[in-house]
């Protein structure tokens, strides 16, 4: 009988990861009778997937899992308090392998950051294996990581069934996978970059723009630190590239009259634990002008009286993902210039008034094909 018949009772490591992968990128040199290691071809995505598979990860991802890798790979792994100024970090001595990482981050903070440490080692082992002089850029490594720890706590293929399944949610991708607002949205945004739209067979373009409030941050005389951007995502299908830096340079409008920036925009939700979908308004940015869907969430950190996150989502309105995605999560309709919410539950009879038909005769026709197009039953 072969060996490879028999189940396999040795725990999986970290080192028999990275035979397993040097295994699989050697190229045998015929001509100088010795094997050489090709790693070129080796993308981060793939590596992360191959990691994925050698430890038969399950999901949504928890601690216990990761932790033991770490544990059957012989590494130890240490809690150290707030004040310490690193997330994390990791160092060997003696053939010992420690890592350190916050006591009182959240679960899924821990994961991330034994992901990143993880990876930090595996890149060390698998290039001290080929040559011990060869130097590695600390910020490409630090780059690296980063995207390991999230292609292997959200794969492509668990993102692109949310989406198929629940649209452009990504409170819940964040909710059900237990990772962080801002791994989801870069996750989220990755896959949508080569994703095709299912109704116009072009790309799904969506922008993404997240505000948090740090609360860890001490500010003088004590004061609640204000809403700071976090991060942007553009995926492709818009006419334009958004830098961090160009986001100030947003303004919507929703009438003739009305111009708001980015900042502008959220300020009503700084106290407040609303959500608000604004159909067919206007945003220009450079020399182009845009008719796009805003929708609006935010994100109440326990019982603080202040909004901790604030998540706006751009699409052009003529892709229908987000007008479907407010009307599945009953969001609230607001008008920008009424410093007030409205307490109606978005509806058909709110989309059809926001979308101002010309003609008054067209009424029910378009009733009956907005009904059709959130696909529910027409009253």
Avoid at 70 to 80: D, L, R
Avoid at 273 to 286: D, I, Q
Avoid at 302 to 323: C, F, G, M, N, W
Wanted: hydrophobic residues 35%; glycine residues 4%.
């Amino acid at each position: 009988m072969k060996n490879t018949f028999l189940p396999n009772t040795e725990p999986y490591t970290v080192g028999g990861f990275c035979i397993h992968i040097m295994v699989r990128c050697r190229e045998i040199d015929f001509e100088n009778d010795r094997i050489n290691y090709n790693y070129s071809n080796i993308s981060i995505k793939t590596l992360s997937q191959e990691f994925i598979n050698y430890f038969r990860l399950r999901y949504p991802l928890t601690l216990i899992q990761i932790l033991t890798i770490c544990h059957n790979s012989g590494f130890s792994v240490h809690w150290f308090s707030d004040n310490h100024k690193s997330r994390g970090y990791n160092f060997d001595f003696r053939d010992e392998v420690h890592i350190f990482i916050k006591e009182s981050d959240s679960p899924s903070g821990q994961i991330y950051t034994v992901l990143h440490e993880l990876y930090e080692i595996i890149d060390q082992k698998i290039y001290s294996y080929i040559s011990s002089s060869n130097k590695k850029i600390k910020k490409l490594i630090e780059e690296k990581a980063d995207q390991f720890s999230s292609y292997v706590f959200l794969p492509s293929e668990n993102v692109s069934k949310w989406i198929n399944s629940n649209g452009l949610n990504v409170f819940g991708l964040e909710n059900f996978y237990n990772c962080s607002c801002a791994t989801a949205l870069i996750r989220m945004n990755e896959v949508l970059c080569n994703l095709s739209d299912g109704e116009t067979g072009g790309p799904t373009p969506m922008i993404g723009i997240l505000y948090e409030r740090p609360y860890w941050k001490q500010t003088r005389n004590s004061k609640t630190p204000p809403l700071q951007l976090k991060l942007h995502t553009k995926s492709r299908g818009f006419p334009f590239s958004l830098s961090r830096l160009d986001i100030k340079d947003l303004h919507f409008c929703v009438d003739k009259t009305l111009d708001k920036t980015v900042e502008q925009l959220i300020d009503p939700f700084s106290k407040s634990n609303n959500s608000v979908f604004l159909h067919n308004a206007k945003m220009a940015f450079e020399d182009y002008e845009l008719t796009v869907d805003i929708l609006i969430r935010t994100v109440n950190w326990r019982e603080y009286k202040y909004t901790a996150k604030v998540l706006i989502q751009i699409v052009p309105s003529s892709h229908k993902d987000l007008l479907r995605l407010a009307y599945r999560l009953g969001i609230k309709r607001y008008n920008i210039d009424i410093p007030a919410f409205k307490d109606e539950v978005f509806t058909v009879a709110d989309y059809f008034l926001l979308s101002e038909p010309d003609d008054e005769h067209e009424h029910e026709d378009r009733y009956r094909r907005i009904c059709q197009l959130l696909e529910i039953e027409i009253p």
